[in-house]
């Protein structure tokens, strides 16, 4: 029972913590530290912290599906006044049509995944053992504390980047007006967030693409809509490793993590949206800040 309650408070930790720019595996990584798992399999936590991320991913489909969903009924009210505005979009059998904003989305969306395709296949198992040993003299792994360091690192960027940014206009309003070139480059910060537990992927994407001149909303709504097929990718990727041979108790904790972080995503993506358009990222990079120096801290004492 005990598990259970465990599995509610990482899917709340994922829910918040996966859309905020402050590091959904950084946070996963510091509350199995003090709230492990007992009656899970060995190595389970590994496969829970990435697979438990397809309820928040599950959440942006809901909330975007009309954004991302390609194919529309042109004979649909709606749809018609759509087909009017964008006579670009073809019409398709069935009384269907194709919408080529989101057509020409997804392939940006592709060119953005591909440094972490790349990285996923050769380099995740290496960097996933180097960081998983223990530092020489204590019980504290190397992970921890590049979540540590990271956590206060993209904190502090976040607040120069900011005060840099203050008052400068933008020059990329819409999801159409990125070129291929700035999503490579968007999709090259999330691979140093795949690379670097703690440093966070919506943190990475969305600080990279503010510093290239993308407005916050934009940046946000590219982010929300990569994580898509990175975070399926990611998670079919653990199960694969993990293998086929869950207990009852595995597939208890991964439903009852996997649907608390959807239903929280569902409140917490609502929220960023809204105060996005009002504020900026420096309160998160404080906060990051603040955290990491109270992980170095705690496991420097504990050491």
């Known amino acids: 029972m005990l598990d259970f309650l465990k599995a509610i408070i990482y899917g709340i930790v994922e829910g918040i913590t996966e859309w905020l720019p402050i590091s959904s595996t950084g946070h996963l990584i510091l509350v199995e530290q003090w709230l492990p798992f007992d009656g899970a399999s060995e190595g389970f936590f590994e496969m829970f912290d990435v697979v438990i991320q397809l309820g928040a991913i599950l959440a942006v489909v809901v909330l975007f599906w009309h954004r991302i969903w390609p194919f529309y009924n042109k004979d649909s009210a709606k749809s018609r006044a759509k087909l009017v505005k964008s006579r670009k979009d073809p019409a398709l059998p069935g009384g269907f049509a194709l919408s080529m904003d989101a057509f020409w989305m ?27 040993r223990t530092l020489p003299g204590s019980g504290v792994t190397v992970q921890v504390i590049v979540v540590a ?29 990125l070129t291929y070139s700035t999503v490579l480059f968007i999709g090259i910060c999330q691979l140093v967030a795949a690379a670097l537990p703690g440093t966070s ?6 600080l990279g693409a503010i510093l290239i ?48 972080s959807f239903i929280v995503s569902l409140f917490v993506l609502r929220f960023l949206m809204s105060y996005i358009k009002k504020h900026d990222f420096r309160v998160f990079g404080w906060y990051r800040i603040v955290l990491g120096i109270v992980v170095l801290a705690y496991f420097g004492l504990a050491a």
């Open 149 to 177: 360091v990271m956590l206060v690192l993209v904190g502090a960027l976040f607040i120069v980047i900011e005060n840099k940014n203050k008052g400068r206009v933008p020059r990329i309003n819409n999801l159409s007006d």
């Open 201 to 206: 992927r919506s943190g990475a994407t969305i």
């Open 106 to 132: 997804w392939v940006k969306i592709v060119v953005a995944c591909l440094p972490a395709v790349v990285y996923g296949v050769l380099l995740d198992d290496t960097v996933e053992e180097l960081f998983s």
């Open 213 to 260: 001149g993308v407005s916050r909303t934009t940046a946000a709504e590219f982010t929300f809509f990569l994580a898509i097929p990175v975070m399926f990718g990611a998670s079919l990727l653990k199960v694969v490793k993990f293998g086929l041979n869950f207990t009852s108790t595995d597939l208890v904790l991964l439903g009852i993590g996997t649907f608390v």
